[in-house]
C-alpha cells in the first residue's frame, strides 16, 4: 500500500516536498515512481528510481528543478519539487513494482501498486 502526501497550496517559485510511504512487505528490489496529471491530461512521468539506488531516472524538462530520494529505513521515497510554476499543477501519485530496469521507470503500465495522490496546486 502507498500513502502520498505533501501536497497543497504555493506560490510560484515555491518549494514542496512529497513524500510516498510504502506500507507492507518492500525490498530494495523495489522501484517507485512519481507520476502527475492534470485534469483534462495523460499521466506524466515526473521521476523513480529503485530502493536500492542503482537506478534513477528524473524527466528531461523537470530534472533541473525536481529530485526524487528515498530513506530506506522510513519505507519512504520523496520528491523534492523546487522553482514550482503554475503549470505544475496537477495530482501527484507514486507508484511501485519490482525490478524495473531504467526504461521502463517511466511507463506508468510498468507499476503494479498505485497510491491515492497528493494535490499541488501553484498559484502565479
Known amino acids: 500500500q502507498l500513502q502520498a502526501s505533501g501536497g497543497g497550496l504555493v506560490q510560484a517559485g515555491g518549494s514542496l516536498r512529497l513524500s510516498c510511504v510504502a506500507s507492507g512487505r518492500t525490498n530494495r528490489d523495489y522501484a517507485v515512481g512519481w507520476f502527475r496529471q492534470a485534469p483534462g491530461r495523460e499521466r506524466e512521468f515526473v521521476a523513480g528510481?529503485?530502493?536500492?539506488?542503482?537506478?534513477?531516472r528524473h524527466a528531461e524538462s523537470l530534472k533541473d528543478r525536481f529530485t526524487i530520494s528515498r530513506d530506506i529505513a522510513k519505507n519512504t521515497v520523496y520528491l523534492q519539487m523546487n522553482g514550482l510554476k503554475p503549470e505544475d499543477s496537477a495530482v501527484y501519485l507514486c507508484?511501485?513494482?519490482?525490478?524495473?530496469?531504467?526504461?521502463?521507470?517511466?511507463?506508468?503500465?510498468?507499476?503494479?501498486?498505485w497510491g491515492q495522490g497528493t494535490e499541488v496546486t501553484v498559484s502565479s
Open positions: 507508484a511501485a513494482a519490482q525490478r524495473l530496469i531504467h526504461s521502463a521507470l517511466g511507463v506508468p503500465s510498468s507499476y503494479n501498486y
Open positions: 528510481m529503485r530502493l536500492s539506488g542503482s537506478t534513477i
